[in-house]
């Protein structure tokens, strides 16, 4: 115990008040310390759950994803021509065909990024996104879980899954877009209070002129809205927010998504997209459309955010409908092909984190500002990152001439060769892009039927009936990997004639 003297007060001689002495006397000083010490701690915590999936993904500089580069195709053509194409114009095969840019807003901007900053531009982007997933990720999680340690880890737990996605494509901004949606649905619910759907049309405009999985993101309205009128009969969890405002926000929503270059008809293309999954048996070489294969890290802690998501929604008496909802929907997608793995993530770490009963007063309240400067912490981090590794277009384009064929696009451009051009499914996108030339296929799987893309990949395989591929027959120019079976057939085939080579690829023309 402190020493204490007693004060008689001058108006009041009969009364008498203590006064802390010693240890005591200091008690707030010291608690005010100690508070501000564990808000600083709690800052750099968040600053490193901001940063270190960017790191990841510039560590990983993703930059040879064949994807991405008919995507940079198309933004270099809307940039040319000043609309967006309906109707293919890349391909020889398909030529004329409708094909609707329906990511046309992505492939914007990475072409301009492009532009401006060279391979860099990718890598940044990547980077870029990643940095704001994981901001509106710890977001969503602390909205739900007041403990902030449980809340860190849920949130750097759920971003460290997704490096897998750490690529330059239009899903990152699907993921981002269903991290808010979801914390603005699931806030909603919790309160009651409305004016944060007034986002949701903003956000679907957004999102139908970028990637076309926005469909999830109203699929997840929809059951939203549908646990609201379920609700006012007694049917599972109450909650707060009234079924009318769910299904204005479900019905605004839609009509946003309609304020694109193709008007109602990207419904059309969604329902071909769903309806026409590829079944191409040539597509089983395509890693991303695969169902999980369990054999990272990674991939188990997926699996486990499914079953702790499971068993905690079991615990409840009476059933979370949306919740409920929403993991039967991530299952049926995530599991199915693991491009889709962040539905599931995101799902069960937002189940989890309104679950967990952690001590909401077990750390102090974060101050105002707090996630402003962890994020210019972490994008300072990022920055030292890229010096660090020294990431540069010099470095990153080594990476694309180790894993592209950017000497055989040389060797055409500077020999003049014309086309037909004839090529594999993987290099089509490049040399879309590389080449300015029409391609036989591309990485554009749903656009291409499963017969035209099991032939390519057969003729590539060099099985018995290659030499009959109208395609191939059609081609005045051949290019593929030096060490696939249809190059070595053409070494020894009359009508076409080897003119470049290196380690990678193979050149070859026809005779004429």
Same mark, same amino acid.
């Given at each position: 115990?402190?020493?204490?003297?007693?004060?008689?007060?001058?108006?009041?001689?009969?009364?008498?008040?203590?006064?802390?002495?010693?240890?005591?006397?200091?008690?707030?000083?010291?608690?005010?310390?100690?508070?501000?010490?564990?808000?600083?701690?709690?800052?750099?915590?968040?600053?490193?759950?901001?940063?270190?999936?960017?790191?990841?993904?510039?560590?990983?500089?993703?930059?040879?994803?064949?994807?991405?580069?008919?995507?940079?195709?198309?933004?270099?053509?809307?940039?040319?021509?000043?609309?967006?194409?309906?109707?293919?114009?890349?391909?020889?095969?398909?030529?004329?065909?409708?094909?609707?840019?329906?990511?046309?807003?992505?492939?914007?901007?990475?072409?301009?990024?492009?532009?401006?900053?060279?391979?860099?531009?990718?890598?940044?982007?990547?980077?870029?996104? /990643? #940095? &704001? =997933?994981?901001? %509106?990720?710890?977001? $969503?999680? +602390? @909205?739900?879980? *007041?403990?902030? !340690?449980?809340?860190?880890?849920?949130?750097?737990?759920?971003?460290?899954?997704?490096?897998?996605?750490?690529?330059?494509?239009?899903?990152?901004?699907?993921?981002?877009?269903?991290?808010?949606?979801?914390?603005?649905?699931?806030?909603?619910?919790?309160?009651?209070?409305?004016?944060?759907?007034?986002?949701?049309?903003?956000?679907?405009?957004?999102?139908?002129?970028?990637?076309?999985?926005?469909?999830?993101?109203?699929? /997840? #309205? &929809? =059951?939203?809205? %549908?646990?609201?009128? $379920?609700? +006012? @009969?007694?049917? *599972?969890?109450? !909650?707060?927010?009234?079924?009318?405002?769910?299904?204005?926000?479900?019905?605004?929503?839609?009509?946003?998504?309609?304020?694109?270059?193709?008007?109602?008809?990207?419904?059309?293309?969604?329902?071909?997209?769903?309806?026409?999954?590829?079944?191409?048996?040539?597509?089983?070489?395509?890693?991303?459309?695969?169902?999980?294969?369990?054999?990272?890290?990674?991939?188990?802690?997926?699996?486990?955010?499914?079953?702790?998501?499971?068993?905690?929604?079991?615990?409840?008496?009476?059933?979370?409908?949306?919740?409920?909802?929403?993991?039967?929907?991530?299952?049926?997608?995530?599991?199915?092909?693991?491009?889709?793995?962040?539905?599931?993530?995101?799902?069960?770490?937002?189940?989890?984190?309104?679950?967990?009963?952690?001590?909401?007063?077990?750390?102090?309240?974060?101050?105002?500002?707090?996630?402003?400067?962890?994020?210019?912490?972490?994008?300072?981090?990022?920055?030292?990152?890229?010096?660090?590794?020294?990431?540069?277009?010099?470095?990153?384009?080594?990476?694309?001439?180790?894993?592209?064929?950017?000497?055989?696009?040389?060797?055409?451009?500077?020999?003049?060769?014309?086309?037909?051009?004839?090529?594999?499914?993987?290099?089509?996108?490049?040399?879309?892009?590389?080449?300015?030339?029409?391609?036989?296929?591309?990485?554009?799987?749903?656009?291409?039927?499963?017969?035209?893309?099991?032939?390519?990949?057969?003729?590539?395989?060099?099985?018995?009936?290659?030499?009959?591929?109208?395609?191939?027959?059609?081609?005045?120019?051949?290019?593929?990997?030096?060490?696939?079976?249809?190059?070595?057939?053409?070494?020894?085939?009359?009508?076409?004639?080897?003119?470049?080579?290196?380690?990678?690829?193979?050149?070859?023309?026809?005779?004429?």
């Amino acid at each position: 115990m402190g020493v204490t003297r007693l004060i008689e007060p001058a108006d009041a001689p009969e009364e008498r008040r203590e006064i802390p002495l010693g240890p005591e006397r200091d008690q707030p000083v010291c608690a005010k310390r100690i508070r501000r010490a564990d808000q600083i701690g709690q800052i750099a915590v968040l600053a490193a759950v901001f940063a270190a999936p960017v790191l990841i993904c510039i560590h990983k500089s993703s930059v040879t994803d064949p994807d991405v580069w008919w995507h940079l195709r198309a933004g270099d053509w809307i940039l040319q021509h000043h609309r967006v194409p309906h109707t293919d114009v890349f391909s020889w095969t398909n030529a004329g065909k409708p094909w609707p840019a329906y990511s046309w807003l992505f492939e914007l901007l990475i072409a301009k990024l492009v532009q401006q900053f060279g391979v860099v531009g990718l890598l940044g982007y990547s980077a870029g996104m /990643v #940095l &704001g =997933i994981c901001v %509106a990720m710890s977001f $969503l999680v +602390r @909205r739900l879980q *007041g403990d902030f !340690t449980y809340a860190a880890v849920l949130a750097f737990s759920a971003c460290f899954s997704l490096e897998r996605m750490f690529t330059p494509r239009p899903w990152l901004f699907t993921i981002l877009f269903f991290v808010l949606e979801l914390s603005i649905l699931m806030q909603a619910r919790k309160t009651g209070r409305t004016r944060e759907l007034l986002w949701l049309p903003l956000l679907f405009w957004l999102w139908s002129n970028i990637h076309i999985e926005f469909i999830d993101g109203l699929i /997840v #309205l &929809g =059951i939203a809205a %549908a646990e609201a009128a $379920l609700s +006012r @009969r007694g049917i *599972g969890v109450r !909650t707060r927010i009234q079924f009318r405002w769910l299904l204005a926000a479900f019905i605004g929503s839609g009509l946003a998504t309609l304020v694109n270059p193709f008007g109602w008809s990207i419904y059309r293309i969604v329902f071909d997209y769903i309806s026409r999954a590829p079944q191409s048996a040539g597509l089983n070489g395509v890693a991303e459309l695969h169902s999980i294969p369990f054999r990272s890290f990674p991939d188990f802690l997926v699996l486990f955010f499914a079953l702790a998501a499971a068993a905690a929604l079991a615990r409840n008496r009476r059933p979370q409908l949306f919740e409920l909802g929403l993991l039967i929907f991530a299952s049926v997608v995530s599991f199915h092909a693991q491009r889709d793995i962040w539905l599931m993530i995101t799902v069960a770490v937002a189940i989890l984190a309104s679950s967990i009963p952690g001590e909401r007063n077990a750390s102090p309240k974060l101050p105002h500002g707090a996630t402003t400067v962890a994020l210019v912490a972490a994008f300072l981090v990022a920055w030292a990152g890229f010096r660090t590794l020294h990431v540069t277009n010099n470095s990153l384009q080594e990476r694309v001439t180790a894993a592209l064929p950017e000497r055989a696009v040389d060797a055409i451009r500077t020999n003049g060769y014309a086309g037909p051009l004839y090529n594999d499914y993987n290099w089509g996108g490049y040399l879309m892009w590389a080449l300015q030339m029409p391609v036989s296929i591309d990485g554009r799987g749903a656009f291409y039927s499963d017969e035209a893309i099991d032939r390519s990949v057969a003729t590539w395989g060099g099985q018995s009936d290659w030499s009959s591929d109208p395609q191939l027959k059609a081609a005045g120019l051949v290019i593929g990997p030096a060490m696939a079976p249809l190059t070595q057939l053409l070494r020894l085939d009359p009508h076409f004639r080897l003119v470049y080579e290196d380690q990678l690829a193979a050149v070859f023309v026809a005779h004429r």
